[in-house]
């Protein structure tokens, strides 16, 4: 696949050149599960929470809040001389005016322990038979993701078919997506050229950007929807569901 230039979604219908993968890498966070569904079922848990704690909700929602727009500013900071999982919280912690124990404590509590208990329900459709398909084929999988995902892919019953997990913040990558260096570290430890794997995401700014800073395939989840959005996005295959990946591959 070349980095030259967008891809339409439909090319995905004519047969994208695959035929050479010796591995297959997954985002994990609104790609193998529903995040939108995940974060209704998790804003319901925040509502009770605030029906007994009265105004402690208020300042665990801000610093949940300036966590995740903390981690997205990084996202232009590449790789940082210091370790990147020490900064986020940090620097969150600076922002919502907030200790920084505390803030670690928030993060492990409500976006690590408390949303493994949803994600069996929020699991996509067909991911599981992709998978198989996969494992059938002799093909290596893996995750790569700028959150830890070893926890959630037990939660979601697809340890069984992974390899390889890797997280933006493992010493060896210590950079957040679109930083290519996650991906690269994952091809070395296959010891596959980039052009073997393809990367598996859902959000083309990010993934797909990655991706082709190292002429690697990638396929975005996407509603039919977004996919407009994306025209502009790095080079990448648009598909709606796992079935249609699937189906793509040959399964």
């Not at 696949?1 to 050479?20: H, K, T, V």
């Not at 727009?69 to 900064?87: H, I, V, Y």
């Not at 459709?125 to 926890?151: C, H, I, M, N, T």
């Not at 598996?200 to 039919?224: H, W």
Request: aromatic share 6%; with cysteine.
């Amino acid at each position: 696949m070349s980095a030259s230039g967008p891809r339409p979604a439909d090319d995905a219908a004519q047969g994208p050149p695959w035929a050479g993968l010796g591995g297959v890498l997954f985002d994990v966070d609104g790609t193998l599960y529903d995040q939108g569904k995940l974060r209704l079922l998790m804003g319901l848990e925040l509502v009770r929470f605030a029906l007994g704690h009265g105004t402690r909700a208020a300042g665990l929602v801000r610093s949940i809040v300036c966590f995740r727009r903390t981690r997205e500013a990084l996202r232009a900071l590449g790789q940082p001389a210091g370790s990147l999982e020490e900064l986020q919280y940090r620097e969150a912690a600076r922002r919502a005016g907030t200790d920084e124990t505390q803030m670690r404590e928030v993060v492990e509590e409500w976006m690590l322990r408390r949303p493994l208990r949803h994600l069996a329900r929020c699991r996509r459709p067909g991911v599981r038979e992709l998978l198989g398909l996969l494992r059938e084929r002799g093909l290596k999988v893996g995750v790569f993701s700028d959150y830890p995902g070893r926890a959630k892919l037990a939660a979601l019953g697809l340890m069984e078919y992974v390899s390889l997990t890797v997280c933006a913040t493992d010493p060896e990558v210590n950079a957040f997506k679109p930083h290519p260096q996650g991906l690269q570290h994952a091809c070395r430890q296959w010891a596959l050229p980039p052009q073997a794997v393809l990367y598996v995401g859902d959000r083309p700014e990010v993934d797909a950007v990655g991706a082709a800073a190292l002429g690697m395939p990638c396929a975005i989840l996407s509603r039919p929807a977004s996919r407009a959005r994306s025209a502009d996005a790095a080079p990448h295959f648009a598909f709606s569901s796992f079935a249609d990946l699937r189906q793509a591959l040959g399964g």
